[in-house]
């Protein structure tokens, strides 16, 4: 299947923007809309930090195994996740762009293997994925504006 990719430009320096995607725990707060139960393991931070969570979907249970594999500050974040019963394996790939006023934040979902159901519906697959994960990054733009004035004075 074709990679999906999602983007964002939010005001935040791409340092304070890495530094809140690092911690894996902050990723609920924006995806919760469609990935729910979230469970963490491993460090709280970069490679190894790890979440098992469920996609909130119709029909049975699907539960993910998500790890971070990757962390380059100030760049890219990657992580890879394992979900419908170890038939579906991701990797999500952050990368962000340094602007003179701002970060640009894209989100690169690629598929390495999918059931033969997602394969034959690939389309709609895409586009359902892709709408989340749009929606995800509007939510952490959001997320990011909160934190910024959270420490505001």
Same mark, same amino acid.
């Given at each position: 299947?074709?990679?999906?990719?999602?983007?964002?430009?939010?005001?935040?320096?791409?340092?304070?923007?890495?530094?809140?995607?690092?911690?894996?725990?902050?990723?609920?707060?924006? %995806?919760?809309?469609?990935?729910? /139960?979230?469970?963490? +393991?491993?460090?709280? #931070?970069?490679?190894?930090? @790890?979440? !098992? $969570? @469920?996609?909130? #979907?119709?029909? &049975?249970?699907?539960?993910? /195994? $998500?790890?971070?594999?990757?962390?380059? @500050?100030? @760049?890219? *974040?990657?992580?890879? +996740?394992?979900?419908?019963?170890?038939? !579906?394996?991701?990797?999500?790939?952050?990368?962000?762009?340094?602007?003179?006023?701002? %970060?640009?934040?894209?989100?690169?979902?690629?598929?390495?293997?999918?059931?033969? +159901?997602?394969?034959?519906?690939?389309?709609?697959?895409? #586009?359902?994925?892709? !709408?989340? *994960?749009?929606?995800?990054l509007r939510r952490l733009?959001?997320?990011?504006?909160?934190? %910024?004035?959270?420490? #505001? &004075?």
């Amino acid at each position: 299947m074709k990679p999906v990719t999602a983007a964002v430009t939010v005001p935040q320096a791409r340092e304070e923007v890495f530094d809140f995607l690092d911690v894996l725990a902050n990723h609920e707060r924006f %995806t919760d809309h469609f990935l729910v /139960d979230w469970e963490l +393991s491993g460090p709280r #931070s970069g490679v190894g930090a @790890r979440a !098992r $969570m @469920r996609v909130k #979907s119709p029909g &049975p249970d699907d539960w993910l /195994d $998500m790890k971070v594999i990757a962390a380059e @500050r100030p @760049r890219t *974040n990657v992580e890879e +996740s394992v979900g419908a019963k170890g038939r !579906r394996r991701t990797r999500g790939t952050y990368v962000l762009d340094e602007l003179p006023r701002g %970060t640009r934040i894209t989100f690169e979902l690629v598929w390495l293997e999918a059931p033969l +159901s997602e394969r034959l519906m690939a389309p709609i697959t895409r #586009s359902v994925v892709g !709408r989340a *994960n749009a929606k995800a990054l509007r939510r952490l733009a959001d997320a990011l504006a909160d934190q %910024t004035n959270d420490d #505001s &004075p």
